[in-house]
């Protein structure tokens, strides 16, 4: 299994940002895929997670309207837009898969400051 996250950086307060997460190693469209984040100082929360066909999607209240997750199948990558930013969204962002919950990969960073 293997999970590159990818797309992070610093942006302003409202500002939009799309992070990706490139998928090898397994059958990428049979599970369900989720974002986690933690910021310094915090426990990993989970941010918003996917069916493995892209039907079903749930997020957290913190994120709920201003993030959208999606998959493409095809490409075998997982997407989180994420619009309106706070500098409470400053975090490490990592995806993570069903098919090998114990596996996380390096991770990517967003940071929102003015």
């Known amino acids: 299994v293997q999970l590159v996250e990818s797309g992070g950086g610093l942006v302003q307060p409202g500002g939009s940002l799309r992070i990706s997460c490139a998928a090898s190693?397994?059958?990428?469209?049979?599970?369900?895929m989720s974002w986690y984040r933690q910021a310094p100082g915090k426990e990993r929360e989970l941010v918003a997670t996917?069916?493995?066909?892209?039907?079903?999607?749930n997020y957290a209240d913190s994120v709920k309207g201003r993030f959208t997750i999606s998959r493409d199948n095809v490409k075998r990558t997982l997407y989180l837009q994420m619009n309106s930013l706070k500098p409470e969204d400053t975090a490490v962002y990592y995806c993570?898969?069903?098919?090998?919950?114990?596996?996380w990969g390096l991770g990517t960073q967003v940071t929102v400051s003015s």
């Open positions: 993570k898969t069903s098919y090998k919950p114990s596996y």
């Open positions: 190693g397994f059958f990428f469209s049979s599970y369900d």
């Open positions: 996917i069916s493995s066909t892209g039907g079903s999607r």
